[in-house]
């Protein structure tokens, strides 16, 4: 029988996003043991008794694996990396699943300092609104898009390992630039999510809430779906995306403007133009999306 890819690896955060992954390397055989880390101990215990982690460590227990995968909010990467830094193997390679990039490379800096070069950013396109353990699943990253941000400090050998373990898990692995990634993140993930939960949030505010809940349809079912997502990983996004966010905002605003002017007009001529570019436009990336 062939060794694993990977005999140790460690994850921190075995929800969605670690969970599925550790599940998925486990499905490919290319992991060995698994080590859990995190702050939650039910949340730990019932990672193990799902089968997705071996044991539970500590940082310093878990900082010698092969492999060390970072699923937990981004505003804990500084924190964890810190954690793992004094007692790091040096073969060890640390990679994250964090929505951001630039803010994220920038806390492993100042916790890594020279051993920086053991850490490679990366960002799997893939989620649901589901969190924790139970959600977790080994077919979650099938077909899906995985970005990677290397460093100039990586090796080829490390970035490789990475993008192994990813194509492990059936996913198509990419390279981008940090700041390129923030900024495209920002306009088609994390401006959805934020507009998704600022719309929920107007409903429940509203004085006859309960009655347009209950008239509420399949577009507002499919509209709201991802408010439902984690708020501390989402309040982490937003803020570690703070400059890209601002900017999509302020774009988005500029529309909205539009068409508030044309129905305050009665302009139907330019509504019917902006709803014909939205509904082209949704059409035709449906369209390559399948192709």
């Not at 698994?34 to 730990?44: D, I, K, M, Q």
Request: charged content about 20%; hydrophobic content about 45%.
């Amino acid at each position: 029988m062939t060794a694993p890819r990977f005999p140790t690896v460690a994850v921190a955060g075995v929800g969605l996003i670690g969970g599925s992954f550790v599940a998925a390397l486990r499905q490919a055989g290319q992991v060995g043991r698994v080590l859990g880390v995190g702050r939650n101990p039910l949340s730990l215990e019932k990672a193990q008794s799902l089968g997705l982690i071996d044991a539970i460590a500590t940082p310093q227990e878990a900082a010698s694996a092969d492999l060390i995968m970072l699923a937990a909010p981004v505003g804990a990467t500084g924190p964890l990396l810190g954690a793992l830094a004094p007692h790091l193997g040096p073969k060890t390679i640390i990679t994250d699943a964090g929505s951001t990039k630039a803010d994220v490379v920038a806390s492993a800096r100042a916790a890594l300092g020279t051993r920086i070069g053991q850490f490679v950013p990366g960002h799997p396109i893939a989620g649901a609104e589901r969190t924790g353990p139970d959600a977790a699943q080994a077919t979650l990253y099938q077909d899906r898009t995985v970005i990677l941000t290397p460093l100039p400090e990586n090796t080829v050998s490390d970035v490789r390992a990475v993008r192994d373990a990813w194509a492990y898990c059936g996913a198509h692995v990419i390279d981008m630039d940090a700041d390129a990634h923030d900024q495209a993140l920002a306009a088609v993930s994390h401006l959805p999510h934020l507009l998704a939960s600022v719309f929920m949030t107007h409903i429940v505010r509203s004085p006859d809430a309960s009655r347009r809940l209950a008239l509420a349809g399949s577009g507002f079912r499919d509209f709201t779906r991802i408010a439902a997502g984690s708020p501390e990983m989402w309040r982490d996004i937003f803020q570690s995306n703070r400059s890209a966010m601002l900017g999509e905002i302020a774009a988005l605003r500029d529309v909205l403007d539009e068409s508030e002017r044309a129905l305050r007009a009665h302009d139907t001529a330019a509504l019917q133009t902006l709803l014909q570019t939205a509904a082209d436009a949704r059409r035709q990336w449906e369209k390559e999306r399948r192709a």
